[in-house]
T-cell receptor
């Protein structure tokens, strides 16, 4: 089934540890995004990528990094996790050329303790 | 930068009744898209309805319809004949039109409205 997959679905992480959230899509979408969802704040853009090999910063990029080595994968890395990074993280993808709407993954609930 | 405001953190509706969720936005652009997303307890983000700014006709999808007032920058969602399965968090979102690079293709979300459906 075509779609976008995130892993893990949930994780408890000790502060200071490094963590990579995985995101894979099989729809050949050129654009991919990472959002974080926090109560009362909605979803905010962390990083994005318009095409393989390029990335850019969103609204709340500090403490996060991304890479886009190929079309399908867009991992999000927390180099040294802090409690304020406790959130639900969503990956999304979109085919901007055909102006289709974004597909979202099922989200990763991350708790930093 | 665009902003999206949802002023109702929580709403409640009785089953089979009608409810309207409010959304306002701010933008200097003339061409854009507006969306309502539903997020049930499963956490999945589900697109409910989409409106193109250049279309004057309000979008409708079965029991879901919008009231799009471009001059007022208002985009409310009406749910008719509410069902228990409509209980969820609803997000209003904005996206620039066109094929822009950078963050132009991103979605800007409101803070959400939690809808409860009672018997």
């Amino acid at each position: 089934i075509a779609g976008i997959t995130q892993a893990p679905t949930s994780q408890i992480l000790a502060a200071g540890r490094r963590m990579t959230l995985r995101c894979t899509q099989d729809m050949r979408h050129n654009a991919m995004y990472w959002y974080r969802q926090d109560l009362g704040l909605g979803l905010r853009l962390i990083h994005y990528s318009n095409t393989a090999g390029t990335t850019g910063k969103g609204e709340v990029p500090d403490g996060y990094s991304v890479s886009r080595a190929n079309t399908d994968d867009f991992p999000l890395t927390l180099a040294s996790a802090v409690p304020s990074q406790t959130s639900v993280y969503f990956c999304a993808s979109r085919a901007t050329v055909s102006n289709t709407e974004a597909f979202f993954g099922q989200g990763t609930r991350l708790t930093v303790v | 930068a665009q902003t999206v405001t949802q002023s109702q953190p929580e709403m409640s509706v009785q089953e089979a009744e009608t409810v309207t969720l409010s959304c306002t936005y701010d933008t200097s652009e003339s061409d854009y898209y507006l969306f309502w997303y539903k997020q049930p307890p499963s956490r999945q983000m589900i697109l409910v309805i989409r409106q193109e700014a250049y279309k004057q006709q309000n979008a409708t999808e079965n029991r879901f319809s919008v009231n799009f007032q471009k001059a007022a920058k208002s985009f409310s969602l009406k749910i008719s004949d509410s069902q228990l399965g409509d209980a969820a968090m609803y997000f209003c979102a904005y996206r620039s039109a066109g094929l822009g690079t950078g963050t132009a293709s991103k979605l800007t979300f409101g803070t959400g409205t939690r809808l409860q459906v009672t018997l």
